[in-house]
């Protein structure tokens, strides 16, 4: 999961919703689906978090070039 790219998890976050709305999955399945879609949810938001970080570290060092 960590190797996809953001976009594609984002598809198969939205897949599973897609899946879960249909009424037309059973308990269990609905469970995992469920699951999955909270790890990939999990792993975006840290994606997100890393991403942030590396670009106020990249606007920082821009700051401190130009001064």
């Given at each position: 999961m960590e190797s996809q790219?953001?976009?594609k998890m984002l598809e198969?976050?939205?897949?599973?919703?897609?899946?879960?709305s249909s009424g037309n999955?059973?308990?269990?399945?609905?469970?995992s689906e469920v699951e999955r879609g909270y790890?990939?949810?999990?792993?975006?938001?840290?994606r997100l978090q890393s991403t942030r970080m590396k670009?106020?570290?990249?606007?920082k060092d821009l700051d401190l070039k130009q001064d």
């Open positions: 790219t953001y976009g198969n976050v939205e897949d599973i919703v897609k899946g879960l999955i059973d308990l269990d399945q609905m469970v790890e990939l949810i999990k792993v975006m938001r840290e670009l106020e570290d990249l606007r």
